[in-house]
């Protein structure tokens, strides 16, 4: 069932025939929507816009969810629902298992590439944004039923690992009980004697074609180092609580023996073509080519998107493709896609996406960084949010400053306003929530004194809204019906700022509905109501907050 807007905005359109960019009302007295439809046609027949508007009214069918539409002012249509509408959709949302959510008629397979942080090195920053984004897309589009297949792009290899593995074994290093800082020391040392020691740096490449020829010692040690940095990987997956397992893992080495085939595959199709030693596609344009082999006839990052889109499409069956990264490889990915379409990988019906997010900055308004100088690793930024609350709700902070502004702007990373439990934070919203929460509780408590105190709100029967006779009741119902169409629109925009905009509505709707509407004290049919408003409003708080990835706990 799609949304009461939506629906309105059907019967509407059935009428003029053109989109009637239904608005929510500017002001109660307006009723709950509102449309400038009947000034846009008037234009173009030339009649007064009421006259147009009262035409439309008077052929429109909304009997069953509006009260009789009013024109106003120069023309506008003023819609405002029925009460019982309102109140059966909020109710509704009660025990709906999908809270209002419209299921897809034809679910999608969705492939997320996400988090994808690399071997031997500490996740950053980068990879919290990632990681944050990507799992609350995950979370929304599953929400919705499409089926939605993560993909860990793990940077797991590369010349670099010649290096390091040269390193290790040079200097007798037994990494299995190394934690991954440890393994990221080590890269550095390594990369420092591979600038400085030109017989090391000959030795590291050939232990570079060792790794490419499957050399067992090597391949071990690559291995070990794989171990390490998942261990570490897994940690930080943990404690950000994401929807990432290891089934989702598939590092670029997965790619490696697809890589010459392809690339002989674009050359005989004439796609790829020799530059300079290189075998690159000239792309229309574009002022650069994609490098798909190297002049060391080595095959690097693009070659391997290539092949992983080539994957995603035929083994995953996937019908939209979504990279959540940096904004900065937006032009990679926008000639990948050219590439991809030319080569056949990427067939027209699939859709391929490129989601960029803006950088994390400091609090003097420039790129974080330590004080070193050197990059912020995800751990110490989870570290210094713990500082400031506990870990739950450092994160919902954390996580909810991420999600709550445009994905492409840079925000400032400032763990105590974060954290704060007014203002437009994640506190915030899970503190409305403990507040519903305990409001029912205390419901429960009075209802049956032997209740569990820990007993499960939602499993328990709340009945349903009735009555909503003051203005608080009915703004709270509006929002909560809103739900579903919100999660459509982020779920389409991959906007996930606009979930949280209206989750900070509601927590807002709601306040002034604790403040004007008692609910405890209140008796009878009205105390009924109102206590299934709080369980309906705790629902859809409880939802929304999980599909940002955010916890919401009953207190706090
Ligand atoms: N490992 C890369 C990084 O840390 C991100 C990979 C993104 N995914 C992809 N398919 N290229 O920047």
């Keep these: 069932m799609s949304s009461l807007p939506s629906q309105l905005a059907a019967r509407i359109q059935a009428v003029t025939g053109v989109d009637p960019q239904l608005r929510p009302a500017t002001k109660p007295q307006f009723g709950h929507f509102q449309s400038n439809v009947a000034l846009r046609l008037a234009k173009e027949e030339g009649r007064p816009p009421r006259d147009v508007a009262a035409d439309i009214v008077a052929k429109l069918d909304v009997e069953d969810l509006c009260e009789t539409p009013d024109i106003a002012g120069p023309g506008f249509i003023n819609l405002r629902l029925r009460s019982d509408v309102l109140a059966r959709v909020a109710s509704d949302l009660i025990t709906d298992p999908n809270v209002g959510i419209a299921q897809v008629e034809q679910p999608q397979r969705v492939v997320i590439d996400y ?23 995950n979370r929304v589009l599953s929400a919705q039923g499409h089926t939605v297949i993560p993909q860990n792009h793990l940077g797991d290899w590369g010349t670099q690992f010649g290096m390091l593995v040269q390193y290790i074994v040079e200097k007798r290093i037994d990494i299995s009980e190394f934690d991954l800082p440890e393994v990221e020391q080590l890269y550095k040392d390594s990369k420092k004697t591979f600038d400085a020691d030109p017989e090391f740096a000959d030795r590291a490449r050939r232990r570079v074609v060792k790794l490419q020829g499957g050399d067992e010692e090597t ?14 990987f897994n940690a930080n997956y943990a404690r950000l609580s994401v929807l990432l397992t290891d089934d989702d893992l598939a590092g670029e080495s997965t790619y490696n023996d697809d890589l010459p085939r392809i690339v002989d595959e674009l050359e005989a199709d004439g796609l790829a073509v020799e530059d300079n030693g290189a075998l690159c596609v000239f792309v229309e344009g574009q002022d650069a080519p994609m490098i798909v082999r190297k002049k060391d006839g080595g095959f690097g990052y693009d070659a391997t998107d290539l092949a992983a889109i080539r994957r995603r499409v035929g083994k995953l069956k996937a019908d939209r493709i979504i990279y959540v990264t940096d904004v900065r490889q937006s032009h990679h990915f926008e000639v990948l896609f050219q590439v991809a379409r030319m080569a056949g990988f990427l067939p027209d019906d699939v859709e391929a996406q490129h989601v960029g997010y803006g950088m994390v900055l400091g609090p003097d308004g420039r790129p974080f960084k330590t004080r070193e100088g050197g990059t912020v690793t995800l751990a110490s930024l989870l570290d210094e949010a713990e500082t400031h609350a506990a870990p739950n709700i450092a994160l919902a902070a954390i996580k909810y400053a991420d999600l709550s502004n445009g994905l492409q702007k840079d925000y400032v990373f400032d763990a105590e306003r974060m954290v704060q439990t007014t203002g437009d934070t994640g506190p915030y919203l899970q503190y409305a929530h403990a507040r519903v929460s305990q409001i029912l509780r205390k419901a429960a408590a009075e209802a049956n004194p032997n209740v569990d105190p820990e007993a499960d709100l939602e499993a328990m029967v709340w009945g349903r809204i009735s009555v909503l006779d003051e203005p608080a009741e009915q703004q709270l119902a509006l929002l909560l019906s809103r739900f579903g169409e919100v999660v459509e629109v982020v779920a389409h925009d991959l906007t996930p700022h606009k979930l949280c905009t209206y989750l900070y509505e509601l927590a807002g709707a709601y306040s002034v509905f604790y403040e004007q509407c008692p609910v405890l004290r209140s ?23 999980d599909l940002l990835g955010i916890d919401a706990p009953d207190r706090m």
Excluded at 116 to 131: C, D, E, I
Excluded at 219 to 232: C, E, H, K, P, T
């Design 115 to 137: 988090s994808a942080p690399n071997v031997a090195k500490q996740m950053h920053v980068g990879h919290l944004r990632s990681t944050i984004i990507g799992d609350c897309f």
């Design 219 to 232: 391949l071990r040690i690559w291995r070990a180092l794989i171990d390490v940095s998942l261990a570490g």
């Design 523 to 545: 008796t009878g049919e009205v105390r009924g109501s109102r206590l299934a408003l709080c369980a309906a409003t705790r629902r859809v708080l409880g939802r929304g907050l």
